[in-house]
């Protein structure tokens, strides 16, 4: 892992549509300074509202990753925070003309792409890392989620995911080292069922959804009639493939639904607001869990600040006599 703190060499620009809002929007990703972590600027709002990529900004986790700080919202930034994350920069401005992040190929594949192409700047200041020094757990026990983060002298992270689906199955994926990221997991697209698919199109939720930027598993018997509606609303001609999901794309893993939650995870713990040191293990997860999980290490953090503070006071206090 690196040890100085790093930004990119220069502005990168991409431009796409936000899969919620089916809104055009580009972002320009810059170089910050040293401590700066991540932070949207929302140019196409007055004042140009800064919205910072912390857990305690999160507003809505429930097709996404949503912050909101000083008037302004930032939606579905997890896959470029987990390019971010997984190429080790630390500091960087991203300028944003609309609400969304675009959803490109959902994946990470693109972000990590321009940023290898334009490379990076080591900073003078080391990586303040946030290192577990004892096991920090979360779990909802009614949907059998299950994070716990380990001591581990590197970023390890390991992910089940069991959606009870005769098609899906249980799928594992894990890296045992950040530098992994990239070769690994960042292609990995977002999934979703087809039962989900159709809510989200009749409720007008994904606007920007056109079959090319996601997997869609077909957990149910699907008649003509319906996948000719489909074929409608996307303009794409659609069966079923014999994996058991819409042909308009190949899978690029056997486990691709598993290495996308990876994904998903390790961009929502960018929320921490600094790297991690540790083992992070999780089954079943979800962006919800790793909001939560993200605010118990924050905690931690702050815990661990506090006891410092104590700690210090306790050296200088003056001696008491009998």
């Known amino acids: 892992m690196n040890t100085k703190q790093r930004t990119i060499k220069g502005d990168i620009t991409i431009s796409g549509i936000g899969l919620h809002t089916g809104k055009s929007v580009t972002l320009v990703i810059k170089p910050a300074p040293e401590n700066h972590w991540f932070k949207f600027k929302r140019v196409d709002i007055e004042g140009q509202p800064i919205v910072s990529v912390d857990a305690d900004n999160v507003t809505d986790t429930s097709r996404g990753t949503t912050i909101s700080e000083n008037g302004a919202s930032v939606s579905t930034i997890e896959h470029l925070m987990a390019a971010l994350v997984g190429l080790q920069v630390d500091n960087v401005l991203i300028e944003l003309n609309g609400p969304e992040v675009p959803i490109l190929d959902g994946s990470s594949a693109i972000f990590i792409d321009k940023l290898l192409e334009i490379g990076f700047v080591d900073q003078e200041a080391d990586r303040d890392f946030y290192e577990i020094k004892e096991n920090i757990h979360y779990a909802e026990v009614d949907r059998k989620v299950e994070?716990?983060?380990?001591?581990?002298?590197?970023?390890?992270?390991?992910?089940?995911?069991?959606?009870?689906?005769?098609?899906?199955?249980?799928?594992?994926?894990?890296?045992?080292?950040?530098?992994?990221?990239?070769?690994?997991?960042?292609?990995?697209?977002?999934?979703?069922?087809?039962?989900?698919?159709?809510?989200?199109?009749?409720?007008?939720?994904?606007?920007?959804?056109?079959?090319?930027?996601?997997?869609?598993?077909?957990?149910?018997?699907?008649?003509?009639?319906?996948?000719?509606?489909?074929?409608?609303?996307?303009?794409?001609?659609?069966?079923?493939?014999?994996?058991?999901?819409?042909?308009?794309?190949?899978?690029?893993?056997?486990?691709?639904?598993?290495?996308?939650?990876?994904?998903?995870?390790?961009?929502?713990?960018?929320?921490?607001?600094?790297?991690?040191?540790?083992?992070?293990?999780a089954a079943r997860p979800g962006h919800a869990a790793n909001v939560a999980f993200a605010k118990r290490i924050k905690n931690q953090i702050k815990r661990d600040k506090s006891k410092k503070k104590l700690n210090t006071y306790d050296i200088h206090a003056k001696p008491v006599y009998d």
């Open 147 to 281: 994070i716990v983060g380990m001591p581990l002298d590197g970023y390890r992270l390991t992910c089940m995911i069991d959606f009870n689906s005769p098609i899906l199955g249980s799928q594992h994926a894990s890296i045992s080292q950040i530098d992994e990221f990239h070769k690994e997991i960042s292609s990995s697209r977002t999934f979703c069922f087809l039962h989900e698919l159709e809510a989200l199109v009749n409720n007008n939720l994904i606007k920007g959804g056109d079959l090319s930027n996601a997997i869609v598993i077909v957990d149910k018997e699907v008649e003509q009639e319906e996948l000719n509606k489909l074929e409608g609303l996307f303009n794409k001609k659609v069966t079923v493939a014999d994996e058991g999901i819409l042909d308009n794309i190949q899978l690029r893993y056997q486990n691709e639904p598993a290495r996308h939650k990876l994904l998903d995870m390790i961009g929502d713990l960018a929320l921490v607001g600094r790297p991690i040191k540790g083992h992070i293990m």
